[in-house]
């Protein structure tokens, strides 16, 4: 068992073997008949996993009272925006070689590539103001609210993956319903909260 110091260092690595795993098959030449794709899809597909496991923690300490998911939840999220940037550096880099006229086409025509966008614009301030600092400086209130972007880049993250298959298939369905519970959970807590006779 990970002892609670070294559990941070431990998922700080763990987050980091998608990553070596693709780096090895690139090496390899082993990404398949459309590399590009490959690696844009994959690194798309870490930085949704990231963002739901993220999402997951604070579900995870209201049902079961684990402390414990508390402490990965920056690390999660930091994770989540970093692939999404790696996964937005193959597309602009090496999937449309910097072509901006494409680019902002893509963006305004095609509306999987806009909710695409949306959702990064949405991580970026989130990634941002992710640190203590931050937090002390928005104070932590405006710091929460701002933080419940996270659900809505969640929500936008998912509608990019089902429409990338424009239907729903075995992979999306199974992440829409982790999405789904994980939003019943707050949702059910929050209203638990809000009817407690002594709540400030
Ligand atoms: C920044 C703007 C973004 C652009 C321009 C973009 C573009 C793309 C493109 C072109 C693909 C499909 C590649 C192909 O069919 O070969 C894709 C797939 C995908 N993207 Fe994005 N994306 C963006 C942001 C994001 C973000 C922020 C996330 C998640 C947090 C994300 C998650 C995914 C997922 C899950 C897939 C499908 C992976 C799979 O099929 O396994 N994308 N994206």
Redesign the pocket.
Known sequence: MVSRKALVPAAFVACLLPLAWLGGRYLRDDLGA?P???L??????Y??S??LLSLACTPAQLVFKWKWPLLLRKLFGDY?FF??CL??ST??GI?QFFDWRE?GK??VKRK??TV??A???L?LPLAVTSTQGWQKRLGFRKWKRLHRLTYV?GVT?LV??IW??KTLNT?TSIYASILVLLLTVRIVFWLRRRKEPNRK
């Not at 844009?40 to 597909?45: A, I, K, S, Y």
Request: zero cysteines; hydrophobic letters at 60%.
């Open positions: 459309n590009i794709s490959e844009e899809n994959r690194l798309g597909f930085a949704l990231m963002l989540a692939y999404a996964h937005l597309y602009v999937d680019i893509d963006v999987f590539i695409g966008m959702t990064w614009v991580l880049a993250a990019h993956f990338r298959f992979q």
